[in-house]
């Protein structure tokens, strides 16, 4: 690894997601919503093999996140971090060794500072990340419903960031979403929409960004032509901006 921090996806959006991020202690894999089959096909296309892997983070337990993560801790013995809330919303069967995230508190795995934070999503306790090595932050932030002061005060100062820019709420409205499901991807608990991202992002300040990713990308309302013409106008500090997608997610990107 020729930097101290580089991170990369196996796949983003509905249908499975999953996050690497690499320091220079370890491979940490955040989330896997695919099986082992596919998360190995996945992990050899970036050069990596799950032998390799430090530990398994899980945001939450939506399937599309959590559907590959007890198999995959069973079959190469991997510690798996959560919260209670997780946990519990799911029966995963034994794991070899689980590590709950009691009250969002922060804590280290081998030298990686891993900051929990709470989002408003419709999840049991769901979690997203803020990384920190060598003086190197990384923050993932997808699935949430809508921007609380509290995650706002957590994504500053990042050196690189994971985003999510769901959907177009046209796009979603006039789509063949049921009412329920509309209201719910919408609602101040479900994903962002591309306006809310680059609302949050105006909010923020970007100049030390290296790399910003727009993720969780819905393949049903949205496009990656809606996405970057609603964030241009605010990503032009940032030195690259990439745009993850489902079936190859994104390739390494290196923070120094």
Known sequence: MSSPLRFASLGSGSRGNSTLVEWGAGTLLIDCGFSVKQANERLQRLGKR??????????????DHIKGVAAMARRYDL???MTPGTYHSRNLGDLPDLRLIEAYQPFEINQLQVTPVAVPHDAREPSQFVFEYAGLRLGVLTDLGSITAHVEAHYQDLDAMVLEANHDPVMLASGDYPPSLKQRVGGLWGH????????FLQRLDCARLQHLVIAHISQQNNSLELAQATLAPVTAEVKQVTFACQNQGFDWLSVS
């Open 192 to 199: 962002l929409s591309n306006q809310q991202a680059a609302g």
């Open 79 to 81: 510690p798996v971090y």
């Open 50 to 63: 799950a032998e390799e892997l430090t530990a398994i983070l899980v945001t939450h337990e939506h399937a």
